[in-house]
């Protein structure tokens, strides 16, 4: 296990198309793997393989749900309703800014072990596996924030350590 150099915006890999998985492999179970060292790390709720510079169809989230989901080639079948809320990404450190999404999402993915699975997902868990499918296909938050992008303090990020 590795922690992972997290790509930053102004990086042209983040604003690149990802491409499918077609097999797990080795390298690709390694790259998971440090995809959630790198992501507790840096205390996100997700993290997509192209901010480690991996321009495949892979994301990793964790929302403290009690599950660590792999999405490999997520596919969303069915959105519905609207929530409007904040979000954060760590390839934008220190900023947060208001964004609207569905509430309510379906979608198919592949599992770490390519079993096709269907999750149904609201609230920060369908927050977050949008703004993670934005990523593999080359988009950030910023370009749908409502209103400026705010700068946060190290405390609001809960770096309490620092
Ligand atoms: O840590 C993160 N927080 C977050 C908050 C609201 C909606 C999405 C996210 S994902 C983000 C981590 C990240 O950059 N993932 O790509
Ligand atoms: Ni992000």
Known sequence: MALREIRKQGDP???KECKPVKEMTERLQELIEDMFETMYEGNGCGLAAPQVGILKQITVIDVEDG???VLINPEILEESGSQTGDEGCLSVPGYTGT???????????????????????EDLLAR????????????LYTEKVEGPLR????????????
């Open 128 to 139: 977050c596996i949008l703004h993670e499918c934005d990523h593999l296909h080359g988009h």
């Open 13 to 15: 890999i983040l604003n």
């Open 99 to 121: 964004v609207t999404r569905p509430q309510h999402i379906r979608i198919r993915a592949l599992d770490e072990n390519m079993e096709p699975y269907e999750l149904e997902a």
């Open 67 to 69: 599950n660590q989901y």
């Open 151 to 162: 700068e946060v303090t190290a405390e609001e990020e809960g770096e309490e350590e620092a």
